[in-house]
């Protein structure tokens, strides 16, 4: 059974930066992909960025430039860095584990089967 345990969330202003960080426990890196995905209130659950067992990278258009998804294989880690934050990426952050697609092309909530129980992110202006 795949157990995954978020950290690193909290308050910062806007512009400012904060890395989450995602243990895995049960998991093979072999296995194809890990993504971070938020939900905010009233709003539906949104992919962030994903990655892949070859370290192919994919985001959503929203946090291009500004997020760096990354795995450590040692640590069995999943980080993600957040650069000039803004209000609108207030959100809990969410990460998850397996996608049976094989693809992460597209960063969909529906292709992921294990989850983590989510870490709040607060961002002020």
């Known amino acids: 059974q795949i157990q995954l345990v978020e950290s690193g969330g909290g308050s910062v202003q806007a512009g400012g930066s904060l890395t989450l960080s995602c243990k895995i426990s049960g998991y093979t890196f072999s296995t194809y992909c890990l993504a971070w995905f938020r939900q905010s209130p009233g709003k539906e659950r949104e992919g962030v960025a994903a990655?892949?067992?070859?370290?192919?990278?994919n985001y959503a258009d929203a946090v291009k430039g500004r997020f760096t998804i990354s795995q450590d294989n040692v640590k069995n880690n999943l980080y993600l860095q957040m650069n000039s934050l803004k209000p609108e990426d207030t959100a809990m952050y969410y990460c998850?584990?397996?996608?049976?697609?094989?693809?992460?092309?597209?960063?969909?909530?529906?292709?992921?089967?294990?989850w983590g129980q989510g870490t709040q992110v607060t961002v002020s202006s």
């Open positions: 998850a584990a397996d996608c049976p697609t094989l693809s992460i092309d597209t960063i969909e909530s529906r292709d992921y089967i294990f």
């Open positions: 990655i892949d067992r070859d370290g192919e990278t």
